[in-house]
Structure formats: structure tokens, C-alpha cells
């Protein structure tokens, strides 16, 4: 079980972060994205995206999970 104060909640990733959760580079995260097959980056500044850190979160889980 888990108490309110052990929950975890979303935060936006920047890229750095997420080019280590999943162990892709940049390039290759953009080339997913552009064939649907990775969450899509939401706009956070004029010049800046990040990820939402469940999405990701889910996205890696689905892969480990198809590996069986």
C-alpha cells in the first residue's frame, strides 16, 4: 500500500532525462515520435519541451512487458 507521502506524481522530463529512462538518443526519440510509437512532447516555453514522466513511465513498462 501506498501512503501519500511515498506517491510519486508526474513531473515534465526534459530530454536529457529522458534519453536516459529509455537509453535512445535524441534522434531516435523524435523518430518514434514521428511514427506514433512514443508519447509526443508537450510545449512547456517558446523554445522548450519536456515529456510527462508517467507517460514515459508507461511507455517503458509496455516495452518490458512485450519482452516475455
Known sequence: ???D???TYPTIL?????ERRTGY???????LIK???FPPSIRI???????NSAEIDNWIAERL???N
Not at 45 to 51: A, D, K, L, P, Q
Open 5 to 7: 507521502d511515498e506517491q
Open 14 to 18: 526534459r530530454m536529457p532525462e529522458v
Open 35 to 37: 511514427n506514433n510509437q
Open 1 to 3: 500500500m501506498i501512503n
Open 45 to 51: 516555453g517558446v523554445r522548450s519541451v519536456g515529456w
Open 25 to 31: 538518443k535524441k534522434s531516435h526519440i523524435y523518430e
Open 65 to 67: 512487458a512485450n519482452v
